[in-house]
């Protein structure tokens, strides 16, 4: 049961990690996007990396709970749903800064990535 719990717990902190290094990859790597993160005035390009940026996040979350918790096949749930619970606030709040399908995209993929990530984790039985 502590086990669970510590990589639960992991799982949630890997995905803001693994979110806040790539979006520092994104403010070096991608011209115009530091500039444009306080107001939040992406252009397409940049909103389409920060949907990437939460895709590689979900799926690390993911593997994160397969690789450290193998035998609870629920936890990548628990996870994914834990998440969509904490972001639908945020994305609340953000509704006018972005468009409709941004939001969507996000919340409404971030269980199947969080499953995803689990899934590729685990050994093939063929």
């Known amino acids: 049961m502590v086990r669970l719990i510590i990589t639960f717990i992991a799982g949630l902190v890997s ?3 693994i979110a806040t290094l790539l979006n520092y990859l994104l403010r070096f790597g991608l011209p115009g996007y530091a ?3 306080p107001s939040m005035d992406f252009s397409f390009a940049m909103q389409c990396a920060r949907l990437a940026l939460g895709v590689a996040a ?3 979350t993911g593997t994160i709970a397969a690789r450290f918790a193998p035998a ?3 936890l ?3 996870l ?3 998440l969509l619970v904490l972001f639908l606030p945020v994305h609340y709040g953000l509704w006018d800064k972005f468009p409709a399908w941004y939001h969507l995209f996000f919340l409404v993929t971030i269980i199947p990535l969080v499953l995803a990530g689990a899934r590729l984790t685990k050994p093939n039985k063929s």
Do not use: F, I, K
């Open 80 to 82: 994914g749903g834990t």
């Open 58 to 60: 979900s799926l690390g």
């Open 72 to 74: 609870h096949t629920r």
């Open 76 to 78: 990548p749930l628990a």
């Open 35 to 37: 500039t444009a993160e």
């Open 15 to 17: 995905w803001v990690v």
